[in-house]
């Protein structure tokens, strides 16, 4: 982008500074999503992602504009709203699911009940 | 007032009287008669008003042009046939309306009955003042279906039903054959203008296509006019309110078709083959249903077959192709109406005071009801041809047209004979209708003490019953002049000199009159005995019924015909249904392009991909392939993989520039999958072990044959696509849309200004088809019945509940409850932010992509969420979804916004955009379309939504008892 010349200098090394750091974070979540073996430890991964990794680009992000058009610029607060609010559904749904199946199942490798409160292992 | 606003007048009153007495309030019987009897009053005045130029000798025309590409123009003319019958119809009709203000009873919904009534009286003026062949058909189709309305006006009835239904198939098949032989007509004469095909006489007669467009009219006409062998419907429609049968057969309905025949008369009569088709079926009427009449028990059933029996009378004299018979035909036209119409009403009065019209019953009424008795009784001399009634002229004048020979045959020689004999059952049935009603003791045990009915009720049979006393008596100086009248504009030159004088001398008509009157009276007391108690219809001919062989055609028709092609031409199962549809499909394609000779056309495919839009399609590609095979036994797996292929065809859209697409794609990929994932659980399970493990060789082959045949339509379809895309676009409106978008349209997005404003009236069209999908998956899903093994509660929640019920501290269904309580308060949070979105998609619509579409799919998956999150119950309980007011709402406002532009004289669905100045948001441009646009995002939600429950409901649908008790049974 051409106007990103016009960036003073401390801001460009903070936004990329920013932008560096979020998208390691998601890196490393991915990678983790692909390499942890057990699905109970590879839904912990993408949590990078999508809490930190999306913070800081969104943080560079309006760092970047806010500069650059000299006034704030906040729309992507909005962003890691949703974002924060949609992912933990997805997981949370899919980690459930998961755990229902195992535990029906009767699979060797279910985390430990932690109360009484939860459906029993055999099937009917 | 001008010849013009008088005649369209005459026409339009009593349609506009009929929506303003649709919308009049159930209990307005008075309000209701003033409307119908005004509107009845203003058609004869108009009528009278007309009197004295069509009596100067000219036929009045007014014209409106209708279609005028096609050469077809509302024209209106009367002359004075016409006028003679605008008379009788709007005459007759105001006295019918005055007597069925008393007749119908309160708890009868009138405004239907009114509003029905006026239409067809509208209808008929219509006809009769039709000056273009087209335009009559189309009146004559609306008397059909008015009269099937009026006539199943009493729809609780299975009889009414039952009537109406057999009286508007046979009516509106004749209307068929009618259309078909007046295309003819119009193709000989080279125009539908009456005045015009009424002067090419010897044009049309000498035409090659004369017989058959002459057999087409008479359908139409012979159906209309109930004549043999069409004549069943008239007694089935019997079971028609009174007023109902007193307008349709005596002066309206079934006058039509005689009307059409002697309008039709100098141009088309006068052939031999006119005289045998109208003769054998006007003669055997005459006969067959004078005879029928007399041994009907019903009294209104034998005043039906005796106006099928007038009606052959009418049709005779028309055929014989003399002027004299002419004049006969409408001077009798004009009689039977009077006579008919006041014998009916009369017969309504004995039903409506003594509760029943069976004559076995009936029995010396002259003692409760003497002035009535008289009034019926003069009206039925009138019918039996008594001497000083009007009935007695046009019957004399009968006998002596009957006596000539007109063309030399076996069918002239009997005319004479049959036309006395069935005078004289005439004469009989009259009889039988007086004495058994009237004479004999007093009646027992009838359902009402009979006593005289309300004056007002009364009056109209008064009325008519003079109008026949002073017609028979003095012919001369009342009905002459417009008779004559009426003769003159259908004959023209050969107006033949006639008299109507009561007494002729002593001659053959008169002889023959004496003869019928007397054996007549004889005949009525020989059976009298025997009628007193025998069953209803005539002897030998009591299993004949042309309503049963009618059902049998009909059923042969509709139903046993349809079955046995279905049995040996086709097929239930989908699988062959689908297989025959493709291979017609493959065919349909290859055919054309063998022709051209095999191949691309000099497409080559290009050299080179770009790997990433590549990569994008393999992976599409892979997921559809894999998807197609797990579709049979792992349907979760394959609807996941159709939706990564959906997604790959998503990213193609963005990759092409075409964002709206995209987003559209997008959002309807995520909804169908949904959708189609809650209605997996409906579907039958996979059946372990159906198929033993070798295939056997025909399943093979058949695998294999559906295999070829799929990768041949797919191959197809993928080669057929790139020829077409490849190919350079040429002259394309593309460019037109890009450069008005914005001008014209006032959008900058391209996509949404084509579909909401220059294509507007496709988007219509299609949101209209969208509406009518949604209700039909909607019908079939409310019927549905999932699979036995499908109905009990899934595993899963069985477990859960197994759980919920051995745990002291749980309630049952807590577990489910519970579950995803977290999850299921986000997706609550997330209601007002999707409908934020949506919001945001439609308002950026008309600049953006985005737009009513997109929007409404949006706003859907909203509501989708909140039915995952909560369960139907709880979110039935708590928000009001009401999917159809949606849908409707959408498309009157599309609709609406479409015929606003109307008001400032522009075209249905221009469009109008401007810049508007809100308070605080500063200038929006805003644009009509955006109303558009918001009756499409609202149907679109609409119908989305309906499909949604129609799936949801499954799940809370309580089985019936019968089924539940079987499944108790097996488990």
């Given at each position: 982008?051409?106007?990103?010349?016009?960036?003073?200098?401390?801001?460009?090394?903070?936004?990329?500074?920013?932008?560096?750091?979020?998208?390691?974070?998601?890196?490393?979540?991915?990678?983790?999503?692909?390499?942890?073996?057990?699905?109970?430890?590879?839904?912990?991964a993408?949590?990078?992602?999508?809490?930190?990794?999306?913070?800081?680009?969104?943080?560079?992000?309006?760092?970047?504009?806010?500069?650059?058009?000299?006034?704030?610029?906040?729309?992507?607060?909005?962003?890691?709203?949703?974002?924060?609010?949609?992912?933990?559904?997805?997981?949370?749904?899919?980690?459930?699911?998961?755990?229902?199946?195992?535990?029906?199942?009767?699979?060797?490798?279910?985390?430990?009940?932690?109360?009484?409160?939860?459906?029993?292992?055999q099937?009917? | 007032?001008?010849?013009?606003?008088?005649?369209i007048?005459?026409?339009?009153?009593?349609?506009?009287?009929?929506?303003?007495?649709?919308?009049?309030?159930?209990?307005?019987?008075?309000?209701?008669?003033?409307?119908?009897?005004?509107?009845?009053?203003?058609?004869?005045?108009?009528?009278?008003?007309?009197?004295?130029?069509i009596?100067?000798?000219?036929?009045?025309?007014?014209?409106?042009?209708?279609?005028?590409?096609?050469?077809?123009?509302?024209?209106?003319?009367?002359?004075?046939f016409?006028?003679?019958?605008?008379?009788?119809?709007?005459?007759?009709?105001?006295?019918?309306?005055?007597?069925?203000?008393?007749?119908?009873?309160?708890?009868?919904?009138?405004?239907?009955?009114?509003s029905?009534?006026?239409?067809?009286?509208?209808s008929?003026?219509?006809?009769?003042?039709?000056?273009?062949?087209i335009?009559?058909?189309?009146?004559?189709?609306?008397?059909?279906?008015?009269?099937?309305?009026?006539?199943?006006?009493?729809?609780?009835?299975a009889?009414?039903?039952?009537?109406?239904?057999?009286?508007?198939?046979?009516?509106a098949?004749?209307?068929m054959?009618?259309?078909?032989?007046?295309?003819?007509?119009?193709?000989?004469?080279?125009?539908?203008?009456?005045?015009?095909?009424?002067?090419?006489?010897?044009?049309?007669?000498?035409?090659?296509?004369?017989?058959?467009?002459?057999?087409?009219?008479?359908?139409?006409?012979?159906?209309?006019?109930?004549?043999?062998?069409?004549h069943?419907w008239?007694?089935?429609?019997?079971?028609?309110?009174?007023?109902?049968?007193?307008?349709?057969?005596?002066?309206?309905?079934?006058?039509?078709?005689v009307?059409?025949?002697?309008?039709?008369?100098?141009?088309?009569a006068?052939?031999?083959?006119w005289?045998?088709?109208?003769?054998v079926?006007?003669?055997?009427?005459?006969?067959?249903?004078?005879?029928?009449a007399?041994?009907?028990?019903?009294?209104?059933?034998?005043?039906?077959?005796?106006?099928?029996?007038?009606?052959?009378?009418?049709t005779?004299?028309?055929?014989?192709?003399?002027?004299l018979?002419?004049?006969?035909?409408?001077?009798?036209?004009?009689?039977?109406?009077?006579?008919?119409?006041?014998?009916?009403?009369?017969?309504?009065?004995?039903?409506?005071?003594?509760?029943?019209?069976?004559?076995?019953?009936?029995?010396?009424?002259?003692?409760?009801?003497?002035?009535?008795?008289?009034?019926?009784?003069?009206?039925?001399?009138?019918?039996?041809?008594?001497?000083?009634?009007?009935?007695?002229?046009?019957?004399?004048?009968?006998?002596?047209?009957?006596?000539?020979?007109?063309?030399?045959?076996?069918?002239?020689?009997?005319?004479?004979?049959?036309?006395?004999?069935?005078?004289?059952?005439?004469?009989?049935?009259?009889?039988?209708?007086i004495?058994?009603?009237?004479?004999?003791?007093?009646?027992?045990?009838?359902?009402?003490?009979?006593?005289?009915?309300?004056?007002?009720?009364?009056?109209?049979?008064?009325?008519?019953?003079?109008?026949?006393?002073?017609?028979?008596?003095?012919?001369?100086?009342?009905?002459?002049?417009?008779?004559?009248?009426?003769?003159?504009?259908?004959?023209?030159?050969?107006?033949?000199?006639?008299?109507?004088?009561v007494?002729?001398?002593?001659?053959?008509?008169l002889?023959?009159?004496?003869?019928?009157?007397?054996?007549?009276?004889?005949?009525?007391?020989?059976?009298?005995?025997?009628?007193?108690?025998?069953?209803?219809?005539?002897?030998f001919f009591?299993?004949?019924?042309?309503?049963?062989?009618?059902?049998?055609?009909?059923?042969?028709?509709?139903?046993?015909g349809?079955?046995?092609?279905e049995?040996?031409?086709?097929?239930?199962?989908?699988?062959?249904?689908?297989?025959?549809?493709?291979?017609a499909?493959?065919?349909?394609?290859?055919?054309?392009?063998?022709?051209?000779?095999?191949?691309?056309?000099?497409?080559?495919?290009?050299?080179?991909?770009?790997?990433?839009?590549?990569?994008?399609?393999?992976?599409?590609?892979?997921?559809?392939?894999?998807?197609?095979?797990?579709?049979?036994?792992?349907?979760?797996?394959?609807?996941?993989?159709?939706?990564?292929?959906?997604?790959?065809?998503?990213?193609?859209?963005?990759?092409?520039?075409?964002?709206?697409?995209?987003?559209?794609?997008?959002?309807?990929?995520?909804?169908?999958?949904?959708?189609?994932?809650?209605g997996?659980?409906?579907?039958?399970?996979?059946?372990?072990?159906?198929?033993?493990?070798?295939?056997?060789?025909?399943?093979?082959?058949?695998?294999l044959?559906?295999?070829?045949l799929?990768?041949?339509?797919g191959?197809?379809?993928?080669?057929?696509?790139?020829?077409?895309?490849?190919?350079p676009?040429?002259?394309?409106?593309?460019?037109?849309?890009?450069?008005?978008?914005?001008?014209?349209?006032?959008?900058?997005?391209?996509?949404?200004?084509?579909?909401?404003?220059?294509?507007?009236?496709?988007?219509?069209?299609?949101?209209t088809?969208?509406?009518?999908?949604?209700?039909?998956?909607?019908?079939?899903?409310?019927?549905?019945?999932?699979?036995?093994?499908?109905?009990?509660?899934?595993?899963?929640?069985?477990?859960?509940?197994?759980?919920?019920?051995?745990?002291?501290?749980?309630?049952?269904?807590?577990?489910?409850?519970?579950?995803?309580?977290?999850?299921?308060?986000?997706?609550?949070?997330?209601?007002?932010?999707v409908?934020?979105?949506?919001?945001?998609?439609?308002?950026?619509?008309?600049?953006?992509?985005?737009?009513?579409?997109?929007?409404?799919?949006?706003?859907?998956?909203?509501?989708?969420?909140?039915?995952?999150?909560?369960?139907?119950r709880?979110?039935e309980?708590?928000?009001?979804?009401l999917?159809?007011?949606?849908?409707?709402?959408?498309?009157?406002?599309?609709?609406?916004?479409?015929?606003?532009?109307?008001?400032?004289?522009?075209?249905?669905?221009?469009?109008?955009?401007?810049?508007?100045?809100?308070?605080?948001?500063?200038?929006?441009?805003?644009?009509?379309?955006?109303?558009?646009?918001?009756?499409?995002?609202?149907?679109?939600?609409?119908?989305?939504?309906?499909?949604?429950?129609?799936?949801?409901?499954?799940?809370?649908?309580?089985?019936?008892?019968?089924?539940?008790?079987?499944?108790?049974?097996?488990?």
């Amino acid at each position: 982008m051409s106007e990103a010349a016009d960036l003073p200098l401390w801001a460009a090394l903070l936004v990329s500074a920013l932008v560096l750091v979020g998208a390691g974070l998601t890196l490393i979540g991915s990678y983790g999503l692909l390499r942890l073996e057990r699905f109970y430890d590879r839904i912990h991964a993408p949590t990078l992602g999508s809490s930190w990794g999306t913070g800081g680009i969104l943080v560079a992000s309006m760092l970047l504009f806010s500069v650059l058009q000299t006034r704030p610029v906040l729309h992507e607060i909005l962003i890691a709203l949703f974002v924060t609010v949609t992912t933990p559904v997805t997981l949370m749904l899919l980690a459930r699911a998961a755990l229902y199946r195992d535990r029906t199942e009767g699979n060797a490798d279910v985390p430990p009940m932690l109360s009484k409160d939860v459906p029993p292992t055999q099937n009917p | 007032m001008t010849d013009d606003t008088l005649l369209i007048s005459m026409v339009v009153l009593p349609f506009v009287g009929a929506i303003i007495a649709a919308f009049l309030p159930t209990m307005a019987r008075n309000a209701e008669s003033w409307l119908a009897g005004t509107v009845a009053l203003a058609a004869l005045g108009c009528a009278f008003l007309a009197y004295p130029a069509i009596a100067a000798g000219g036929a009045l025309r007014a014209e409106i042009p209708w279609l005028a590409s096609f050469g077809l123009t509302l024209a209106f003319r009367m002359d004075g046939f016409a006028w003679l019958f605008a008379m009788l119809v709007s005459g007759i009709g105001f006295l019918v309306v005055l007597y069925a203000r008393y007749y119908m009873s309160p708890e009868d919904p009138v405004p239907r009955f009114f509003s029905f009534f006026l239409a067809f009286m509208g209808s008929m003026l219509g006809i009769v003042l039709s000056g273009n062949l087209i335009q009559l058909v189309i009146f004559w189709e609306m008397t059909s279906i008015f009269s099937f309305l009026l006539i199943g006006y009493w729809y609780h009835n299975a009889s009414a039903r039952e009537g109406a239904r057999i009286s508007l198939t046979v009516t509106a098949t004749g209307g068929m054959a009618l259309l078909g032989g007046v295309l003819l007509l119009g193709h000989i004469v080279g125009s539908y203008d009456l005045d015009e095909v009424l002067s090419s006489g010897n044009l049309i007669r000498n035409h090659p296509l004369y017989l058959p467009a002459l057999i087409l009219i008479l359908l139409g006409a012979f159906t209309k006019s109930a004549q043999f062998p069409f004549h069943f419907w008239l007694p089935n429609a019997m079971a028609a309110p009174t007023p109902v049968s007193a307008y349709l057969h005596s002066a309206t309905l079934v006058k039509a078709g005689v009307f059409l025949m002697a309008r039709l008369w100098p141009v088309m009569a006068g052939t031999p083959e006119w005289f045998w088709l109208v003769g054998v079926a006007g003669l055997s009427s005459l006969l067959i249903a004078a005879y029928f009449a007399i041994f009907q028990q019903d009294l209104k059933g034998l005043l039906a077959y005796s106006t099928i029996s007038h009606l052959g009378l009418i049709t005779t004299l028309l055929s014989l192709s003399s002027p004299l018979g002419a004049v006969a035909a409408i001077f009798h036209m004009v009689n039977h109406a009077t006579f008919k119409a006041s014998l009916f009403m009369a017969a309504g009065i004995i039903d409506h005071e003594t509760g029943t019209r069976d004559m076995r019953r009936l029995s010396g009424l002259f003692r409760f009801m003497p002035i009535t008795a008289t009034l019926a009784m003069v009206a039925s001399a009138a019918m039996a041809g008594v001497p000083l009634l009007n009935g007695f002229l046009s019957k004399e004048m009968f006998f002596a047209e009957a006596i000539e020979t007109h063309v030399p045959s076996i069918l002239d020689t009997v005319t004479p004979y049959v036309a006395v004999i069935a005078s004289l059952f005439s004469v009989t049935y009259s009889v039988r209708f007086i004495q058994a009603v009237f004479f004999g003791p007093p009646p027992v045990d009838l359902p009402r003490t009979p006593h005289e009915p309300p004056f007002w009720m009364r009056l109209p049979v008064s009325l008519l019953v003079l109008s026949c006393l002073v017609v028979g008596a003095i012919p001369g100086r009342t009905i002459e002049p417009f008779l004559r009248l009426g003769v003159t504009s259908v004959l023209g030159e050969a107006t033949p000199e006639f008299s109507l004088a009561v007494w002729h001398g002593l001659n053959v008509p008169l002889v023959m009159s004496v003869i019928a009157l007397v054996g007549g009276a004889l005949l009525s007391f020989a059976l009298k005995r025997y009628l007193a108690t025998s069953r209803d219809g005539p002897p030998f001919f009591r299993r004949v019924k042309g309503q049963r062989i009618f059902d049998r055609l009909m059923a042969l028709v509709a139903n046993d015909g349809p079955r046995f092609l279905e049995r040996y031409l086709s097929t239930r199962r989908l699988q062959p249904q689908l297989r025959l549809l493709v291979a017609a499909a493959i065919l349909a394609a290859f055919l054309p392009l063998w022709r051209q000779g095999p191949g691309l056309g000099g497409l080559t495919f290009p050299p080179v991909f770009d790997p990433i839009f590549t990569l994008v399609w393999v992976v599409g590609t892979v997921c559809a392939v894999i998807a197609a095979y797990q579709a049979k036994f792992h349907r979760l797996a394959a609807l996941a993989l159709l939706g990564g292929a959906g997604l790959s065809v998503c990213i193609s859209f963005v990759w092409l520039s075409a964002p709206d697409l995209a987003l559209t794609q997008l959002l309807v990929e995520i909804v169908t999958t949904v959708l189609i994932l809650l209605g997996l659980r409906w579907l039958p399970k996979r059946v372990e072990g159906a198929m033993p493990v070798p295939l056997s060789l025909t399943t093979r082959l058949q695998r294999l044959r559906d295999l070829i045949l799929a990768v041949l339509a797919g191959l197809g379809m993928m080669l057929l696509s790139y020829a077409v895309m490849m190919r350079p676009a040429g002259q394309t409106i593309g460019a037109y849309f890009l450069e008005r978008a914005y001008t014209e349209g006032g959008g900058t997005n391209v996509v949404n200004v084509i579909l909401v404003d220059f294509r507007g009236f496709d988007t219509l069209g299609e949101i209209t088809v969208l509406a009518i999908v949604a209700l039909t998956v909607f019908a079939l899903l409310r019927r549905f019945r999932p699979a036995p093994d499908s109905i009990p509660p899934p595993m899963q929640q069985q477990i859960q509940r197994k759980f919920d019920v051995a745990a002291p501290d749980r309630d049952d269904g807590a577990t489910l409850t519970d579950y995803l309580y977290v999850a299921s308060v986000i997706m609550q949070w997330l209601f007002p932010i999707v409908i934020v979105l949506a919001l945001y998609l439609f308002l950026r619509g008309h600049d953006l992509p985005g737009g009513g579409f997109a929007a409404g799919i949006a706003m859907t998956s909203a509501f989708i969420m909140q039915y995952m999150a909560v369960g139907t119950r709880w979110l039935e309980d708590r928000l009001r979804v009401l999917p159809l007011v949606w849908m409707g709402f959408g498309l009157l406002l599309a609709t609406a916004t479409g015929l606003g532009s109307w008001l400032f004289g522009y075209p249905f669905l221009t469009s109008h955009s401007r810049y508007l100045e809100i308070p605080l948001i500063g200038e929006v441009p805003a644009a009509t379309a955006l109303l558009f646009d918001l009756g499409v995002f609202s149907l679109v939600l609409g119908a989305t939504v309906l499909m949604l429950i129609a799936i949801a409901h499954q799940s809370i649908r309580r089985i019936g008892p019968a089924r539940a008790a079987n499944e108790a049974e097996e488990t």
